[in-house]
């Protein structure tokens, strides 16, 4: 990497908590505006995203970038909409900062308020889908925080494009156009420059597949929040009712198969496996879905797969499952203590009792008792917009929306009080 | 390191992990009276933990300790019954876990509460003083959390007595012993691996020096909880009383000059310092303080050393003090931006507007108008026993109490739904 590259990105850094100082000084109408005046921008030059959009399909193309890929990088003239339409929601929602957490006077009259406040300066790493620019961009600023942008390579020219509009847009605002921040170059190492740079970021956000959440966590300083992959597990208990147990299946695994809440490992206890394993293959056989099982599955259902270690960690994000049998609801929380992401965890059983003890053994950001796991996300539990799902246990858990992206301060506000 | 030492570290992390689970399973009562005899057994025991410390304390001499690194190895009957008392006042605060932050129940009837939970497994890493041992174990196991010591090597009998005493009391209650680690290996390496057993580790908490605290920092892929590094700033605004100014800044550089709250730097606006100057070098001088100033300061204190780059970042935990003296607040913040570590900051100012603005640009966990930064601390604030005092922004903020060693689970209760 060239020493320019690292100073214009540090440059960028630079500049981007000057501006989340300025944006700190801003009303929530004066955001609310910008938000929204962005969103306007956007709609109107819709054209000109598409046509930079066309060029990045064009070179996913000549790559042979698989449909999936190709469909997460397509823009049209509705998905430009949806994420203009999401910034709107934004404005609406209400201000995550300068609220007062709680207040109290001391016995010799320091009066101390805990006040929520921006994080500061958010670094954003994602991947093809180009709605992610405008979606963290809007988070961010309303929350009263900078961002720094750093999409995948394949977006880049849409991703340009619609940044060179929301800093056009901004320009018009109070908000700085410096508080967006988008680094172009495509080189790996500028990434990484992001993940130490801890004296301008303040959190990074990792957003997309396994390996770029791991390549972050693992190489960063800069503080990370962990997001999005999700090995869920669907556990069916000894006295789980079929009728719960096989629909919720089908749907967390079928409902979208490329997300991160979709289940990934079915754990069966082998006396339900015993008398229903027939229905549940049947299903599996109807749903076309690829089977890799243990023994037992294996030599009830040819149609199966032997899983291999691979398999019990695998997030297929697509119609495959592995099945594993075991004796007790101890064993199904040990396999998913190994291999789970601490995601969505279920456990389908009319036994309150071992729905208890699972919910209260198992270790994950949502624990569902006889519901699909398909619900953990911002939209399904009435959050509105979300920045990302955590799957770390500090500071946010779950779905998180404007006020993860938030801190507090202590403001303690005296006459002369000095500690005796 | 040999392969031995290595399988047996990751051992203590699994052990504590599964003990973890089974503190899960207790009741606050259960928590409460193992709390109360690990503290009766310390007392009891009292004379064994000061045997073991005059161990260390030969060592510590030997080896030509400071006196003030002997002065936090020495335990005497007095403190012993400290830390005990403070495990007694442990077990009255509230239980921070099984508490519903949220409760509410989507239109398909799928119930939604959001409880707290402990961590998990809670990696303690610290310096000399042996009542963090004692401390460290009370907040984790109050707050369901199994707790991995690992301390100084300088205090080393100290703490193995003490984690002795504490087993063998926690051998008489519910809370199993394994919930309580301790590495007694003092080599360096040893601890390293405590910073990447991401599989069983939930968080890392290093207390002591800043050397420490960053090379945990730096290296961890563990989570950690940052604390304590003070480079504190007091800052003396245009419109600053003189009563309240000088008195203000006493109390913050001498009253405990090496902890962390302590004030490090004075920041002067001119048109105060060209006023009262006379009046500040004065006390400076009555109260033995060693000053490193920028030119200003030097032309008109001749005891005075010309500051270097090094002790605008210095924290000196003993008395000494830079002093710079500023055109604006601007440049004050500024400065405070450079040098700070987001730990406590404070403004001496009758100018409110100054003060707000202050308040608002600075980036710290404590800002105080008109007070000494002596207050950011558990006890003063009002809060129990602390774990330490957080400077990074996200998770917990400021002084941490048993709130901080939590985490949220969402707990979804269905009768069948799934996503449409």
């Given at each position: ?39 306007s ?45 999401g ?8 201000d ?5 957490k ?35 961009t ?25 940044v ?6 901004l320009?018009e ?11 172009s ?14 004296e ?8 997309g ?9 693992n ?16 556990y ?9 147990a ?9 409902d ?42 294996v ?11 691979k ?23 040990d ?10 965890e ?6 309150a ?29 009435g ?15 779950g779905?998180m ?20």
């Amino acid at each position: 990497m060239s020493i320019a590259t690292t100073n214009l990105i540090e440059q960028q850094a630079i500049e981007a908590k000057k501006a989340a100082k300025i944006l700190n000084l801003l009303s929530t109408e004066e955001k609310n505006e910008a938000i929204l005046h962005v969103a306007s921008m956007l709609k109107k030059n819709a054209n000109l995203i598409l046509k930079a959009n066309k060029l990045d399909l064009i070179k996913g193309e000549k790559a042979n970038f698989t449909s999936a890929l190709i469909d997460r990088l397509t823009l049209t003239h509705e998905r430009i909409n949806d994420f203009a339409d999401g910034l709107c929601q934004v404005a609406e929602l209400e201000d995550p900062t300068g609220i007062v957490k709680s207040s109290w006077t001391l016995e010799n009259g320091l009066k101390v308020d805990t006040v929520t406040v921006p994080l500061g300066v958010i670094g954003m790493i994602y991947e093809a889908r180009p709605n992610v620019t405008v979606d963290a961009t809007g988070l961010a600023l309303k929350s009263g925080n900078a961002v720094i942008l750093k999409g995948g390579s394949s977006a880049l020219e849409s991703n340009k494009m619609i940044v060179q509009i929301m800093h056009n847009a901004l320009e018009e605002t109070r908000i700085p156009k410096e508080a967006v921040q988008f680094i172009s170059s495509t080189n790996r190492e500028v990434t990484k420059q992001l993940f130490t740079m801890k004296e301008h970021i303040d959190v990074l956000i990792p957003r997309g597949g396994a390996s770029l959440i791991s390549a972050v966590v693992n190489n960063a300083t800069v503080p990370v929040l962990e997001t999005g992959v999700g090995n869920c597990h669907i556990y069916i208990d000894a006295n789980a009712d079929i009728n719960k147990a096989l629909p919720i299946f089908i749907n967390a695994k079928t409902d979208r198969p490329a997300v991160c809440n979709a289940a990934e490992t079915l754990i069966v206890h082998e006396e339900w496996f015993n008398v229903h394993h027939k229905q549940l293959f049947e299903m599996l056989k109807e749903q076309g879905i690829d089977v890799f099982g243990d023994e037992a599955v294996v030599n009830s259902f040819p149609m199966a797969s032997l899983a291999t270690e691979k398999d019990w960690a695998e997030e297929y994000l697509g119609l495959g499952i592995a099945i594993k049998t075991v004796k007790s609801v101890d064993e199904a929380i040990d396999h998913i203590d190994q291999y789970g992401t601490k995601h969505s965890e279920a456990v389908i059983t009319d036994n309150a009792e071992t729905a208890k003890y699972f919910m209260s053994q198992v270790d994950a950001a949502a624990i569902y008792h006889n519901a699909s796991t398909r619900f953990t996300d911002g939209g399904a539990l009435g959050f509105g917009a979300e920045i990302g799902i955590s799957t770390q246990k500090l500071h946010a858990r779950g779905p998180m929306g404007l006020p993860a992206l938030t801190t507090v301060k202590y403001l303690m506000s005296g006459t002369g009080q000095i500690r005796e």
